[in-house]
């Protein structure tokens, strides 16, 4: 087994320094919310989206809409404050449009099923796919169904591509989903089934307990692309079946949940205690044209997850329906944000072989080509209490160009701390078996912490590419973790003396300040069971036991990551 290395000081601020990384102290944490709250080097989010029910009132009218009648005159008729209800278990085909009406914070149109409230889990509480009848899908968790009534109405698209069935007109706002199915009919690919009209803007969206889902084996491009809208919460929510098909199939990409491209503001946006799935990234900011960053993303207790079936070669593999695989990338991916909290969450299941190699998490401003977005960043950007679970490697930090020369603005202030990464496996999961991969191109990446984490990669902690010649990693600090240096430690990602880690990966060794175990054992963990962990929590007598730089135990805090996480799955 690799060795374990627990780090108590910043790993490259003596010797290695002058090879690598520039190194120096970072702000302490602080938490909490508002302009001004920093996580280390990373601003939280300023503004938190309010997406309560008493906080987003419907006391107006209340419309009936039942099978057969015609929805779109009910939704071009609703008043700022109405409410739509639309009859349980009727299926409403068609393209929705979501007109501009002069709403405010006090006269939201609600539209919903029929059945009670006491028919649907309380506010707060996710919705599975038990709601509408369905008590499981293969390949994806137990969804402990103690009823399957079906109690929601059902947005049905049935067109042969295009999007659909919601589309926002330019303008739209306080607009609230309750209660329903949003899907597609068989037959060609469709983009969105829920979107914004081209170019148009929305403002104060809340997507509350709703199923939202393409078909098994047709491609269904996303759910939710958010487009260039603002105060959106998607909340207590169910995705499932976004995927792409290689070789044969006509899209690339796919999401559950997609944003970041645009010219106007964008954020901020809230996306809580939901299921997310998909085979390109279950969320991804970016990847498009835009002249502005969206701001304030709050990510918080989701469950983002693809089925292992989707892996070609699995016993039970399912792909399309001419039997190739859906294109699987990453799990969460920043091309284009600023001030975003990913926090409490669960990942998990990413696999290489496509145009990707299994990172779990994405970090990489990226000017798309032809030179679409060169105001693109990713910055303040804070990973809390997370666990994150199969994959090929952990964390990527990449500033690089496009595949055009095209430059971004900015990739930093990064602080990633009390993370439990599990099963990192390269060979498994097609890919490097790394904890994380930092790439410094254009523009410099400065100011990132990766503090207090627990990992195991069988093949490096680190796979460094930065110019020998250029500018340092400004501010790269590694302390408190508890990690595997696997079989390599530290190692470039290429191009011989001109890469800075080219000494340090011939050189061996770590700075004194670390410790060195031999093994799991020697780690002194709570319960192992077959050579892995049970238990992260660390024995009273370990070497681990508050041997951190302020006396906290070495690794992640695994109370604090249990608190997080409780309830997610």
Not at 191 to 197: G, K, P, R, T
Not at 552 to 567: F, R, S, Y
């Amino acid at each position: 087994m690799p060795s374990l290395l627990t780090y108590i000081r910043t790993i490259f601020f003596s010797v290695f320094s002058a090879l690598l990384f520039h190194s120096a102290s970072l702000s302490p944490y602080a938490f909490g919310s508002g302009k001004g709250q920093f996580d280390g080097p990373a601003e939280l989010p300023r503004v938190y989206v309010s997406s309560s029910l008493a906080e987003t009132p419907s006391r107006g009218r209340i419309r009936s809409v039942n099978a057969g009648n015609n929805l779109q005159q009910a939704i071009d008729n609703a008043a700022c404050g109405d409410t739509i209800r639309l009859q349980a278990g009727a299926t409403f085909t068609g393209r929705f449009v979501f007109p501009a009406k002069s709403c405010d914070d006090s006269h939201w149109i609600t539209l919903r099923t029929s059945a009670p409230d006491s028919a649907l889990p309380p506010e707060g509480q996710r919705l599975t796919p038990c709601y509408a009848g369905v008590n499981s899908l293969p390949g994806r968790p137990d969804f402990r169904c103690s009823s399957t009534e079906n109690v929601l109405a059902r947005l049905e698209f049935a067109a042969n591509g295009g999007a659909g069935p919601v589309v926002f007109a330019a303008g739209a706002n306080h607009y609230r989903f309750i209660g329903l199915e949003v899907t597609r009919a068989p037959g060609g690919a469709i983009y969105n089934l829920v979107s914004l009209e081209p170019k148009g803007t929305a403002d104060h969206l809340v997507f509350d307990r709703l199923w939202i889902h393409g078909l098994a084996q047709e491609e269904t491009t996303r759910g939710l692309q958010l487009g260039e809208s603002t105060y959106v919460a998607i909340v207590d929510s169910f995705f499932t079946d976004f995927h792409c098909i290689s070789k044969s199939g006509s899209c690339t990409d796919s999401q559950a949940i997609s944003g970041g491209s645009g010219s106007n503001p964008m954020g901020p946006y809230k996306i809580v205690n939901n299921f997310l799935e998909a085979a390109g990234e279950n969320i991804l900011f970016g990847g498009g044209p835009g002249t502005v960053s969206p701001t304030d993303i709050e990510v918080r207790r989701n469950h983002m997850f693809r089925p292992m079936s989707w892996k070609l070669g699995e016993a039970d593999f399912v792909g399309g329906k001419d039997g190739n695989a859906f294109i699987v990338k990453n799990v969460f991916e920043l091309k284009n944000a600023q001030r975003v909290l990913l926090e409490g969450n669960i990942l998990e299941n990413t696999w290489g072989g496509f145009t990707q190699n299994g990172f779990a998490v994405v970090l990489t401003p990226k000017n798309q080509a032809p030179n679409v977005c060169p105001l693109c960043r990713v910055t303040d950007v804070t990973i809390r209490y997370n666990r994150i679970q199969h994959m090929a490697s952990g964390f990527m930090f990449a500033n690089i160009l496009s595949d055009t020369g095209g430059a971004s603005t900015d990739g930093g202030r990064y602080s990633i701390h009390d993370n439990i990464l599990e099963d990192i496996d390269g060979k498994a999961y097609k890919g490097f078996g790394n904890f994380a991969l930092v790439v410094s191109q254009t523009p410099q990446l400065h100011d990132v912490s990766l503090d207090h984490n627990t990992a195991f990669p069988p093949n490096a902690i680190l796979n460094v590419g930065a110019r020998a010649s250029g500018p340092k990693i400004a501010n790269f600090v590694f302390t408190n973790n508890l990690v595997a240096s696997g079989q390599r430690g530290i190692v470039s990602t290429g191009g011989g003396r001109n890469n800075c880690s080219f000494q340090l990966e011939r050189q061996g060794g770590f700075p004194k300040e670390n410790i060195g175990l031999k093994d799991l054992n020697a780690a002194d963990f709570a319960s192992l069971r077959q050579g892995k962990i049970v238990d992260h929590h660390l024995r009273p007598g370990s070497r681990c036991k508050n041997a951190g730089t302020e006396g906290k135990d070495l690794g992640a805090d695994v109370d604090e990551v249990e608190k997080a996480t409780a309830g997610v799955l």
